[in-house]
């Protein structure tokens, strides 16, 4: 089993920036790869980043390219999503998951919330205009 555990959500104005992390315990030499997923009132749990824990590759959906960023320090276990030019939009709450599974389709499967194992509970980011 692996637990994630998110913080680093918040109230910020349009335009700003926010720094989620996502710390990972337990089974951690079984994750494959790691994601940020959000979900907004009413709407559906949508992709937004996912990371390759060995390597660098990264996936992004195309509504956060240029102004979000994944990135990993597998020393601490533990996965981040810098957003800037953050957009009220972009208000949701934002869940880590990670997966054991090898995602050969990297830029297919990685966006695909079915093929992730594990989540976190979820933090808020709400970005007022």
């Known amino acids: 089993q692996v637990q994630l555990v998110e913080s680093g959500g918040g109230l910020v104005q349009a335009g700003g920036s926010l720094r989620l992390s996502c710390a990972a315990s337990g089974r951690t030499f079984t994750i494959y790869a790691m994601g940020w997923f959000r979900q907004a009132p009413g709407e559906e749990r949508e992709f937004v980043a996912a990371?390759?824990?060995?390597?660098?590759?990264?996936n992004y959906a195309d509504s956060v390219k240029g102004r979000f960023t994944i990135s990993k320090d597998n020393a601490k276990n533990t996965v981040y999503l810098q957003m800037n030019s953050l957009k009220p939009e972009d208000t949701a709450v934002y869940y880590c998951a990670a997966t054991s599974s090898v995602l050969s389709r990297w830029l297919e499967a990685s966006t695909t919330r079915i093929n992730y194992d594990y989540w976190g509970q979820g933090t808020q980011v709400t970005v007022s205009s």
């Open positions: 990371i390759r824990w060995s390597g660098s590759s990264t």
